[in-house]
T-cell receptor
Framework: GQNIDQPTEMTATEGAIVQINCTYQ??????LFWYQQHAGEAPTFLSY??LDGLEEKGRFSSFLSRSKGYSYLLLKELQMKDSASYLC??????????WGAGTKLIIKP | GAVVSQHPSWVICKSGTSVKIECRSL??????MFWYRQFPKQSLMLMATSNEGSKATYEQGVEKDKFLINHASLTLSTLTVTSAHPEDSSFYIC????????????FGQGTRLTVV
């Protein structure tokens, strides 16, 4: 079956760095997305990786290793507003989006 | 980025009534729209995929007669929850795609449905 694993919850301190991991087993691979979702709101796009390596976008970076079925989202200089759920999603060979359950990130002052 | 507008943002309805949720792509033509449902503390679950002018493709376990999807134009898709029951209370989210670009999925704001 198709599966995406990410930690349920993480806690970090304001100003620090946090890495949220995502591992996947899917039938084919056509890209991996990271989304941020605040409570009660729709997800917002953060990043897309289809090739191995690191993509940097401001305070957020996303890494992909296709051979390992692994990605991480790196958040730097954490702010209180970064408290949210972070969703990892993979497009399979049929371009279906397979969603992880999300990682709830709690930022403490 | 592209804008997808979903309406209403929240709705409360009585059990047994029907509710219609609209999803509009405001500045692009969406050949494909997706409808998701999200229960509290759970992942997004794809309900159906709709392509303009054709019947929607429903995911396994989703009742097509209960969740009516219409994608009559390139900028509008609707989801109608028929004969709603309390267990249908959920957060419903649409997303739209031009069909050729998979670098980003554009989401509507979501609709919080509460059936009492």
């Amino acid at each position: 079956g198709q599966n995406i694993d990410q930690p349920t919850e993480m806690t970090a301190t304001e100003g620090a760095i946090v890495q949220i991991n995502c591992t996947y087993q899917t039938s084919g691979f056509n890209g991996l997305f990271w989304y941020q979702q605040h409570a009660g709101e729709a997800p917002t796009f953060l990043s897309y990786n289809v090739l191995d390596g690191l993509e940097e976008k401001g305070r957020f970076s996303s890494f992909l290793s296709r051979s390992k079925g692994y990605s991480y989202l790196l958040l730097k200089e954490l702010q209180m507003k970064d408290s949210a759920s972070y969703l990892c999603a993979v497009t399979d060979s049929n371009y279906q989006l397979i969603w992880g359950a999300g990682t709830k990130l709690i930022i403490k002052p | 980025g592209a804008v997808v507008s979903q309406h209403p943002s929240w709705v409360i309805c009585k059990s047994g009534t029907s509710v219609k949720i609209e999803c509009r792509s405001l500045d692009f033509q969406a050949t494909t729209m997706f409808w998701y449902r999200q229960f509290p503390k759970q992942s997004l679950m794809l309900m159906a995929t709709s392509n303009e002018g054709s019947k929607a493709t429903y995911e396994q376990g989703v009742e097509k007669d209960k969740f009516l999807i219409n994608h009559a134009s390139l900028t509008l898709s609707t989801l109608t929850v028929t004969s709603a029951h309390p267990e249908d209370s959920s957060f419903y989210i649409c997303s739209a795609s031009t069909g050729g670009d998979w670098t980003e999925a554009f989401f509507g704001q979501g609709t919080r449905l509460t059936v009492v």
